[in-house]
């Protein structure tokens, strides 16, 4: 399988193009965009209370709920393809995923702000599996300590991007708003919870 090792410091991060084929890619997108239980939530950012910029839903197999942001998520149960998928992924990474966050990006407008997966329950050094499906689009890297540092790449439809190690510790990421007229996006970000 293509992969490909970010050149970036203190973080290992490996892309896979066509982790999907475009037949296996659009099957997915087209029965998790139906099926998943989306929701949005409210979030609050300096002190301001609006509703999150994507649709969410949360998955896992135990009970534990997830927070982030001051949103506390309860799962449901893994559904039938996000099982499937996330079996591939682990074939792959070695790695035994308990949750899933799912995002829902509906248009150009909808995003995702600065932030690392570092939160207490994902561990030390967490593993974070991000598949996407769908309108491509673009995913920004910056050091923690340096924001003139940045990697700027491009997730494609049935990608898989794989972040380990020390990157959370050093680097935020982000799906920024953009205002091209551009379809949806879904992302499954497959996690560890201790």
């Not at 029965?31 to 979030?43: F, N």
């Not at 982030?68 to 790695?95: D, G």
């Not at 570092?118 to 890297?141: H, M, Q, Y």
Request: glycine share 4%.
């Amino acid at each position: 399988m293509v992969s490909e090792k970010l050149k970036m410091d203190s973080a290992e991060v490996i892309y896979y193009p066509h982790f999907f084929n475009q037949q296996e890619a659009d099957f997915y997108f087209n029965m998790l965009q139906k099926k998943l239980p989306w929701q949005q939530d409210e979030i609050t950012v300096f002190g301001k209370t609006h509703l999150q910029p994507r649709l969410t839903a949360f998955f896992a197999s135990k009970k534990s709920s997830y927070t982030y942001s001051n949103i506390t998520m309860k799962p449901h149960p893994f559904t039938e393809e996000l099982s499937a998928i996330k079996n591939e992924i682990e074939l792959v990474t070695e790695q035994n995923f308990t949750s899933c966050l799912a995002n829902l990006y509906r248009k150009g407008k909808d995003s995702n702000g600065w932030h690392a997966d570092d939160e207490k329950e994902l561990g030390k050094n967490p593993v974070i599996a991000s598949v996407s499906f769908g309108t491509e689009r673009v995913f920004k890297f910056r050091k923690k300590a340096d924001h003139k540092i940045q990697h700027k790449m491009i997730l494609e439809h049935g990608s898989l991007l794989l972040m380990r190690g020390e990157t959370q510790h050093f680097w935020q990421h982000q799906i920024p708003k953009t205002q091209k007229n551009i379809g949806a996006r879904i992302n499954l970000t497959y996690r560890k919870i201790i």
